[in-house]
């Protein structure tokens, strides 16, 4: 049966148009799912102002049925098998007559039973009872309670259509009674729908100036902009999130094109297309990489004849225009390297300093990287960079434009004349700003983003403040996504133990844990950071498991190792690897660790285990320092067949006790040497 439910709203922003629709597809589907009806094709549709859920739905619940078993049957029936009062109360307890009975063969021996069908609840009559609690239940990013609604809720609810097998669903939230009604668009079609299907509903609200399905609204933006572009030869600064808000942002999109002075063409792209994208978003029209002095902007609306949407909006840009052309020639006025003294009036975290303080803490560990990963003929330029990568923050177009953090410092420098690795640097330095963003396309700008970064996991884990699934202050699990992204983005291998060493020793006693309590959460932290990253990669859960629990050490060595494993995983000797390791890991569970004595080996096979390990790991040791783990791997699987020997021929847990401490030894080193490339232990033997 065909169902459709539309919660009419009054404006909702993008970010909860996109919560409510996703928590009602998946709710519905796991409610119906869960009492047993069958979901087909459930999916979801909406605009600013409407939640819409449509699918097929079975008519009813399936039909239930149990055994239920009563009295044994030699108390039930008499030898000359006639029914016994157990018998007869049993079946008049169920609502059934005593011929009706069946003999049921239980583990426990022959019971008299039956078995019951009980037929399914109507859909209809299931949905009236879980769509209130379902409607009630969505969160949004900013909720209030709005006129007499006792719910929290995004907007305030102006109807609720709701059919199932084109007959109305008879519920209410909170007053507001469902209803076979729709209405048309807000301004051209307020009036009052009456709807029977799905397809007549889409029908009637297109006719009233209503597109439902955002791909529709998308498809009819981009054909209407590349209509407006033909007039200029132009085309549209890419900008996708702010394509993703406007196709939600309007039920009927009507594109405009509008122009402003060429003046304002001296002032970056960077700055106008902010300037036009913030408070009235706004595209840039741009030919190759230089702004055209045009627009484009999707109104709600049909059309605009007398041309007054579009001169509001150059009026307002124009204004905005004026304003960050004053801030660009007054922000010049003064170098960044002088505005650098202006940032001990900047906190960044009361008990972590000022931004004079964070900088200084940036060039100590970006020069350190720097070291690290071979970049010594940049040094000087990244150190120049973490001097002025924050000085941008005292500008008056970072105060106007916070989103031009970084861009405009190093847009600044570039104007003061330094060299393409300090601007570009400075540039970049605040990507990614999430994992659909790309990372520095410099080494300078990577290794301060990395710097920066870190300073501020560190230093704010350091001092207390807690991060939870809904609280996230400082952005510090984009932060630390950002840096893993770093890392395998360039290919950069260093320690990530010696870098959190070295940052701890920078901050010294600011810090209110001890270091090795920061050293161990920032691990762990980083830990599920880079469990996230993986699996959202595809890759299986028990092999990133695997590499993760060998140590984060080197995090380009980690992606590295699970490519490995995840390459060789169909081989013919990776599950007996597995099994071995499964095996000597069983064995060595909750021991301490014991020295290794080569002249207390007395059987054969475990001087030949002996003498496997060390030629193996003379081999392999070279090989994971340099990162070829595909290599190391196969040389390990080499000593399965040593170890399936030992097993076989040597009882690890002798009675004299130097005996079995040696050869738990000799076994812990197997497995500290197949820990170079993963804890093949936490794998799982498919079947």
């Given at each position: 049966?065909?169902?459709?439910l539309?919660i009419?709203t009054?404006?909702?922003?993008?970010?909860?148009?996109?919560?409510g629709?996703?928590?009602l597809?998946?709710?519905?589907?796991?409610?119906?799912?869960g009492?047993?009806?069958?979901?087909?094709?459930?999916?979801?549709?909406g605009?600013?102002r409407?939640?819409?859920?449509?699918?097929?739905?079975?008519?009813?619940?399936k039909?239930?049925?149990e055994?239920?078993?009563?009295?044994?049957r030699?108390?039930?029936?008499?030898?000359?098998n006639?029914?016994t009062?157990?018998?007869k109360?049993?079946?008049?307890?169920?609502?059934?007559?005593?011929?009706?009975?069946?003999?049921i063969?239980t583990?426990?021996?022959?019971?008299?039973?039956l078995?019951?069908?009980?037929?399914?609840?109507?859909?209809?009559?299931?949905?009236?009872?879980?769509?209130?609690?379902?409607i009630?239940?969505?969160?949004?990013?900013?909720?209030m309670?709005?006129?007499?609604w006792?719910?929290?809720f995004?907007?305030p609810?102006k109807n609720?259509?709701?059919?199932?097998?084109?007959k109305?669903?008879p519920?209410?939230v909170?007053?507001?009674?469902?209803?076979?009604f729709?209405?048309?668009?807000?301004?051209?079609?307020?009036?009052?729908i009456?709807?029977?299907?799905f397809?007549?509903?889409q029908?009637?609200?297109?006719?009233?100036?209503?597109?439902?399905?955002?791909?529709?609204?998308?498809?009819i933006?981009l054909?209407?902009?590349?209509?407006?572009?033909?007039?200029?030869?132009?085309?549209?600064h890419?900008?996708?999130?702010?394509m993703?808000k406007?196709?939600y942002?309007?039920?009927?999109?009507?594109v405009?094109?509008?122009?402003?002075p060429?003046?304002?063409?001296?002032?970056?792209?960077e700055v106008?297309?902010?300037?036009?994208?913030?408070?009235?978003?706004?595209f840039?029209v741009?030919k190759?990489?230089?702004?055209?002095p045009?627009?484009l902007g999707?109104?709600?609306?049909?059309?605009?004849?007398?041309?007054?949407?579009?001169?509001g909006?150059?009026?307002?840009?124009?204004?905005?225009?004026?304003d960050?052309?004053?801030?660009?020639?007054?922000d010049r006025?003064v170098?960044?390297?002088?505005?650098i003294?202006?940032?001990?009036?900047?906190?960044?975290?009361e008990k972590?300093?000022?931004?004079?303080?964070k900088?200084?803490?940036?060039?100590n560990i970006a020069?350190?990287?720097?070291?690290?990963?071979?970049?010594?003929?940049?040094?000087?330029?990244?150190?120049?960079?973490?001097?002025?990568?924050?000085?941008?923050?005292t500008?008056?177009m970072?105060?106007?434009?916070?989103?031009l953090q970084g861009?405009?410092?190093?847009?600044?420098?570039?104007?003061?004349?330094y060299s393409?690795?300090?601007?570009?640097?400075?540039?970049?330095?605040?990507?990614?700003?999430?994992?659909?963003?790309?990372s520095?396309?410099?080494?300078?700008?990577?290794?301060?983003?990395?710097?920066?970064?870190?300073?501020?996991?560190?230093?704010?884990l350091?001092?207390?403040?807690?991060?939870s699934g809904?609280?996230?202050?400082f952005?510090?699990?984009?932060?630390?996504?950002?840096?893993c992204?770093i890392?395998l983005?360039?290919?950069?291998?260093?320690?990530?133990y010696?870098?959190l060493d070295?940052?701890?020793?920078i901050?010294?006693?600011?810090?209110?844990?001890?270091?090795?309590?920061?050293?161990?959460?920032?691990?762990s932290?980083?830990?599920d950071r880079?469990?996230?990253?993986?699996?959202?990669?595809?890759?299986r859960?028990d092999?990133v498991?695997?590499?993760?629990?060998?140590?984060?050490e080197?995090?380009y060595?980690?992606?590295?190792r699970?490519?490995?494993?995840d390459?060789?995983k169909?081989?013919?000797?990776?599950?007996?690897?597995?099994l071995?390791?499964k095996r000597?890991?069983?064995?060595?569970r909750?021991?301490?660790?014991?020295r290794?004595n080569?002249e207390?080996?007395e059987?054969?096979?475990?001087?030949e285990l002996?003498?496997?390990y060390?030629?193996?790991?003379?081999?392999?040791?070279?090989?994971?320092e340099?990162?070829?783990?595909?290599?190391?791997q196969?040389?390990?699987?080499?000593?399965?067949?040593?170890v399936?020997r030992?097993?076989?021929?040597?009882?690890?847990?002798?009675?004299?006790?130097?005996?079995?401490?040696?050869?738990?030894a000799l076994?812990?080193d197997?497995r500290n040497?197949?820990?170079?490339?993963?804890?093949y232990?936490?794998?799982?033997?498919e079947?």
């Amino acid at each position: 049966m065909e169902f459709l439910l539309e919660i009419i709203t009054e404006e909702m922003p993008y970010s909860h148009v996109k919560a409510g629709l996703s928590q009602l597809e998946k709710g519905l589907a796991q409610k119906l799912s869960g009492v047993d009806v069958d979901v087909e094709n459930i999916q979801s549709l909406g605009t600013c102002r409407r939640l819409v859920v449509y699918g097929e739905l079975a008519p009813q619940q399936k039909d239930k049925e149990e055994q239920v078993v009563g009295p044994p049957r030699a108390a039930a029936f008499t030898p000359e098998n006639q029914p016994t009062s157990a018998a007869k109360g049993f079946a008049r307890s169920q609502g059934v007559s005593v011929d009706q009975l069946e003999v049921i063969n239980t583990s426990k021996g022959e019971y008299v039973g039956l078995k019951k069908v009980t037929q399914g609840r109507s859909t209809r009559e299931i949905l009236t009872e879980i769509l209130p609690p379902l409607i009630t239940s969505l969160s949004f990013p900013k909720m209030m309670r709005w006129g007499e609604w006792s719910v929290r809720f995004s907007r305030p609810v102006k109807n609720i259509l709701c059919l199932l097998g084109q007959k109305p669903v008879p519920f209410q939230v909170d007053g507001v009674e469902s209803c076979e009604f729709t209405y048309g668009h807000k301004i051209h079609f307020p009036q009052k729908i009456k709807v029977d299907s799905f397809t007549q509903y889409q029908e009637v609200l297109r006719e009233k100036k209503v597109m439902v399905d955002p791909n529709e609204r998308k498809k009819i933006i981009l054909h209407q902009i590349k209509k407006r572009l033909s007039s200029v030869e132009g085309e549209l600064h890419p900008d996708e999130p702010l394509m993703e808000k406007l196709v939600y942002d309007v039920e009927n999109p009507y594109v405009f094109l509008g122009s402003f002075p060429e003046s304002y063409l001296e002032l970056p792209l960077e700055v106008l297309s902010t300037a036009m994208k913030e408070g009235q978003r706004l595209f840039s029209v741009v030919k190759g990489k230089k702004q055209k002095p045009y627009f484009l902007g999707v109104a709600d609306h049909d059309r605009d004849p007398k041309g007054l949407i579009r001169q509001g909006n150059e009026r307002v840009l124009k204004a905005r225009l004026d304003d960050a052309q004053f801030f660009w020639n007054k922000d010049r006025e003064v170098s960044l390297k002088e505005r650098i003294s202006q940032l001990d009036n900047i906190l960044f975290q009361e008990k972590l300093g000022t931004y004079q303080d964070k900088i200084q803490r940036i060039e100590n560990i970006a020069v350190y990287l720097a070291n690290k990963v071979e970049a010594k003929k940049i040094k000087e330029a990244v150190g120049e960079a973490a001097r002025l990568c924050k000085s941008d923050l005292t500008t008056e177009m970072v105060r106007e434009f916070s989103s031009l953090q970084g861009i405009m410092g190093g847009l600044y420098v570039r104007k003061e004349g330094y060299s393409s690795q300090v601007w570009k640097g400075i540039y970049e330095h605040y990507r990614p700003s999430g994992l659909g963003e790309d990372s520095p396309s410099t080494l300078c700008g990577a290794l301060l983003s990395i710097a920066d970064k870190i300073d501020s996991v560190v230093g704010v884990l350091g001092v207390g403040v807690e991060v939870s699934g809904s609280k996230d202050p400082f952005g510090l699990r984009r932060s630390a996504q950002g840096i893993c992204k770093i890392i395998l983005d360039k290919k950069l291998s260093f320690s990530f133990y010696l870098l959190l060493d070295k940052v701890l020793r920078i901050y010294g006693n600011k810090l209110e844990k001890s270091k090795k309590e920061v050293k161990d959460y920032t691990l762990s932290f980083f830990k599920d950071r880079l469990q996230y990253m993986f699996e959202q990669k595809g890759y299986r859960y028990d092999l990133v498991q695997a590499v993760l629990n060998s140590g984060i050490e080197n995090i380009y060595h980690i992606f590295l190792r699970l490519e490995s494993i995840d390459k060789l995983k169909d081989s013919a000797q990776f599950e007996p690897m597995m099994l071995i390791a499964k095996r000597i890991n069983n064995i060595l569970r909750e021991h301490p660790r014991y020295r290794i004595n080569p002249e207390l080996l007395e059987e054969r096979e475990e001087r030949e285990l002996y003498t496997t390990y060390q030629i193996l790991k003379e081999n392999v040791v070279p090989l994971v320092e340099k990162g070829n783990f595909t290599k190391a791997q196969r040389i390990l699987f080499r000593i399965r067949n040593p170890v399936d020997r030992f097993f076989d021929h040597v009882m690890v847990m002798d009675k004299d006790k130097r005996l079995q401490r040696n050869r738990m030894a000799l076994l812990q080193d197997v497995r500290n040497l197949l820990m170079q490339v993963a804890d093949y232990s936490q794998i799982v033997i498919e079947k």
